[in-house]
């Protein structure tokens, strides 16, 4: 499921259970709107998995607490835990080796 946060209470509630692909990204960023069908296909794909997508300029203290330097950051989080940190376009096939090694 592809996820728009709507509030940082939203964020704890939601990565705290399963497998949960965060995308920090900034609607001015061209490789973060490159990344967008990406992540709707393995959304798609994989019903086991929730993508979160959090605008960093709405989030600020969110992309802080991640250390979010650039943009578009993956953060990978398994019951409510970060486990992986990834920066930059990624395709598809990436995205789904990303996610295996939480499973």
Do not use: Y
């Amino acid at each position: 499921m592809l996820i728009h946060l709507g509030n940082t209470n939203q964020f704890k509630e939601i990565v705290s259970k399963g497998v949960v692909l965060v995308d920090f990204f900034a609607t001015w960023c061209g490789p973060c709107r490159m990344l967008g069908p990406e992540l709707e296909k393995l959304a798609e794909k994989d019903p086991t998995i929730n993508v979160v997508k959090i605008d960093v300029d709405e989030f600020q203290e969110l992309a802080a607490e991640f250390n979010v330097r650039a943009v578009p950051t993956l953060v990978l989080f398994k019951d409510g835990e970060a486990i992986t940190t990834a920066s930059g376009f990624r395709p598809l096939a990436s995205l789904e080796q990303l996610v295996a090694s939480a499973k």
